[in-house]
Every structure is written in C-alpha cells, then in structure tokens.
C-alpha cells in the first residue's frame, strides 16, 4: 500500500515557543491512522502544518508522491486534503444547507457537487431533515455531522478529523464513528485525532502518540493497545471500562 502522505522530521514554532519537533507520519492510501497524545502534545499544530495553515520550520510534507511545501492552503484542499477543525466551526448563522454548499465553494463541476449532496445525505439523514434550519440551532452532535459533511463537499482524498467526540454523548460518539467506518469503507483516508484513545485505537489500523511535539511511540493501533505501559500512560482510567 502506498503512502499518501508522508511528513518528514517536521518542525513548527508559535513565535520562540517550539510546538513540534522532528515529527515524522506516514499515511498510507486507504487508511484510517490515529495521531493521539494529550492536551497540547501538538496534534493540531501537525493537522494544521498538514493542511497548511501553520508553517513547519524545517522538514517536508509531501502528497501523493509530491512536496507540498510552500503551497496554500486552498491549494492543498484542492489536492483533496481537507480538515474537520476542533470544536465543529460551523457558520451557526448560515442554514445547513449553506454549510454544505460552502464545502463545495472550490469545485465547479455541478453535477458532481450534486452527486456528492445526495452521498452526504445517506450517509447523516438526518441534516437532510434539517437543511433549512440555522446551524447554530443543531445539537452538539448535529454540529459535528453538519462538520464532516461540509468537508466531504470538498471531495477529499485525505480527510483529518480533530476530536470529533469532543463534548459528545457516548450515543451521539457511536453514531459519529459509524459515519467514520462507513467513509473509510467507501475509500477514504482518515488521519484522526481523537482523545478517546480506545475508541481511536479500535478504528484505526496504525497510531503515533505524541508527547511535547515529539513523536514518542508508534505501531500497529492493536499492539498498542495491549502495550501495558500504553494502557497506563494513555489509556489510564479507560483501561478500567475494557
């Protein structure tokens, strides 16, 4: 399987603050991959230097076989990497239906954008039920979906989900991550930060764990798993619910 995207020894600074330091993932094509770690390890800031909205420093980032150094931002979203942000960030003040088509603000093929209208439908019904209500009138768990269908708008080929569980019932998060499995069975590639590390390493094939902006351990998400010093620096109190 060969790799989408591929970052190498990747360095980013907030000003003379070093928020990440010789990061290196691979994302094979078809994928689901987990990048976890906690509060302030620097799993945005890597989602963010992907995506091109933070520079890195030093290091390389490279799609598809080719450096995407330098490029802008809606430059990679044209290329098919798209980023689901932390906290849903959607236009509360435009309907659902505004939202999804601000997903497709950089595509002009009409039909395709239609196609994937109807896609995005089945797979979260129940925004269909909703297109003409404000976003900032859906539940937390309604905000989220409307999220990731926005995103799915823009025809990724790399989808980055940041804590999509956040501030979400155990419910309304299962039913977030059948959506998750059901891209990923469709062809997508997933990089997913998430800090429910149990959830995460069950629908995820291989995972980094990040500490301090430093990669710290890697490997396959079931060997981690089961990695008794992962269970207690990372899974702690989950450890007790397996």
């Known amino acids: 399987m060969s790799d989408l995207l591929e970052i190498g020894n990747i360095s980013a600074h907030y000003g003379r603050i070093q928020a990440l330091s010789g990061v290196s993932i691979r994302i094979p094509e078809g994928s689901i991959v987990a990048l976890l770690g906690s509060n302030g390890a620097g799993k945005t800031t890597t989602l963010n230097v992907i995506s091109g909205i933070e520079p890195n420093s030093a290091g390389s980032v490279r799609y598809a076989g080719s450096a995407i150094d330098g490029m802008a931002s809606d430059g990679r979203v044209r290329q098919g990497i798209v980023q689901v942000p932390e906290g849903r960030e959607v236009f509360r003040e435009m309907t659902v239906d505004e939202?999804?088509?601000?997903?497709?603000?950089?595509?002009?093929?009409?039909?395709?954008?239609?196609?994937?209208?109807?896609?995005?439908?089945?797979?979260?019904?129940?925004?269909?039920?909703?297109?003409?209500?404000?976003?900032?009138?859906?539940?937390?768990?309604?905000?989220?979906?409307?999220?990731?269908?926005?995103?799915?708008?823009?025809?990724?080929?790399?989808?980055?989900?940041?804590?999509?569980s956040m501030g979400l019932s155990p419910i309304l998060v299962q039913q977030i991550f059948a959506?998750?499995?059901?891209?990923?069975?469709?062809?997508?590639?997933?990089?997913?930060?998430e800090q429910n590390v149990k959830l995460a390493l069950g629908i995820s094939s291989y995972a980094y764990i990040?500490?301090?902006?430093?990669?710290?351990?890697?490997?396959?998400?079931?060997?981690?798993?089961?990695?008794?010093?992962?269970?207690?620096?990372?899974?702690?109190?989950?450890?007790e619910a397996t």
């Not at 959506?179 to 930060?193: E, F, N, W």
């Open 99 to 164: 939202n999804l088509k601000m997903g497709a603000f950089l595509r002009r093929d009409k039909a395709g954008i239609r196609d994937d209208f109807d896609r995005v439908c089945t797979y979260l019904p129940r925004l269909k039920e909703r297109l003409q209500q404000k976003a900032a009138t859906l539940s937390g768990g309604e905000q989220q979906m409307l999220a990731m269908a926005r995103a799915l708008m823009a025809r990724p080929r790399l989808l980055m989900l940041d804590e999509p």
């Open 210 to 239: 990040l500490e301090n902006g430093e990669i710290v351990l890697e490997g396959a998400s079931g060997q981690l798993a089961d990695d008794p010093n992962v269970r207690r620096a990372y899974l702690g109190g989950l450890a």
């Open 179 to 193: 959506v998750v499995r059901q891209m990923h069975a469709d062809g997508l590639t997933i990089l997913l930060v």
